[in-house]
């Protein structure tokens, strides 16, 4: 796996450090974290970081966040043309099937109910990006 | 119907704990130690964390923590060195982050087939600020492995 450039979306401080943590925990080969504390400053900076050749490749997103939540910041990426294609993955609390259906409908590559160990963290990244998992370090 | 409204008030009380403990467990490294039912008066200088939820139900989710429990499992949280001391700014995150987290895990649980929308927490330590709402809610007491920690929900009418 090339070393990733990854975005974390979350209106809490701690749990964007929680998730970029358990990123490094998980021995994924991380080299840019941005963060963003909602779904409006999460398209502000995929506009500006998401250019060739330096794309993102992964997109941590929560739900519930004031002014954009994650349902409508999904919908607004997966209309663009140009970063439609950058995986999304959801971390939340709510792991409702019917929320996790709608966003699958809506575009999201994976969902993570909260609370999430690390190592379920490492799988979802490599499902998502196409690659088999290698063993925990 | 008296035996109704107690069966759920059971179920949602016993969904509260697992709630809780799934959480503890996995993401703070802490444990239940006991639990009890919840005491009418608020924990003495307890730090409180407010979430409202509404869709396909609406209530509001309450939880108060003692110092000593925020502190370490803000530490724990955020994988701290066990003899560094967490600013205030830090354990208000953390706790706050721990009082949606509950809200969230305790609805799955609850209402498995729901859709809820969270509002952002409201973290306090004056208990003036945030309302209780005792009388009407369900909640369980629960002592951790470094503090206390209380935990209610509360329906509003319609919802039920």
């Known amino acids: ?137 | 119907m008296i035996d109704h409204d107690q069966d759920r008030s059971d179920v949602m009380a016993n969904d509260m704990v697992d709630a809780a403990r799934d959480v503890l467990n996995i993401m703070f490294f802490n444990d239940i130690l006991e639990e009890s039912p919840v005491l009418p008066e608020p924990l003495p200088h307890a730090i409180q964390v407010h979430v409202r939820f509404e869709g396909d139900g609406e209530g509001e989710f309450h939880m108060e923590i003692d110092g000593d429990a925020a502190g370490a499992l803000t530490g724990s949280f955020l994988g701290s060195e066990p003899d560094a001391q967490p600013s205030r700014e830090e354990v208000d995150q953390v706790v706050g982050e721990l009082g949606n987290m509950l809200c969230g895990a305790f609805l799955s649980r609850f209402e498995k087939e729901s859709i809820f929308n969270l509002s952002s927490p409201v973290v306090a330590r004056d208990p003036a600020t945030v309302p209780v709402n005792a009388n009407d809610a369900v909640g369980r007491s629960l002592q951790l492995l470094d503090g206390n920690m209380s935990l209610r929900v509360r329906w509003n009418a319609t919802a039920a």
């Open chain 1, 1 to 137: 796996m090339n070393s990733l450039r990854i975005l974390i979306v979350d209106d809490s401080p701690a749990m964007r450090a929680y998730v970029r943590r358990t990123v490094q925990l998980a021995s994924l080969p991380v080299k840019n974290v941005f963060e963003a504390a909602n779904g409006q400053e999460a398209l502000a900076l995929v506009e500006k970081e998401n250019r060739d050749p330096k794309k993102l490749d992964l997109i941590f997103c929560d739900l519930n966040m004031p002014v954009m939540n994650g349902e409508e910041f999904v919908t607004k990426l997966k209309s663009t043309d140009r970063d439609s294609q950058i995986p999304i993955l959801i971390i939340s609390t709510d792991a409702t099937q019917r929320r996790v259906m709608r966003l699958r409908e809506l575009g999201a590559q994976g969902y993570i109910s909260k609370p999430c160990q690390p190592e379920m963290i490492r799988l979802k990244v490599h499902q998502i990006l196409g690659e088999t998992a290698p063993a925990a370090v």
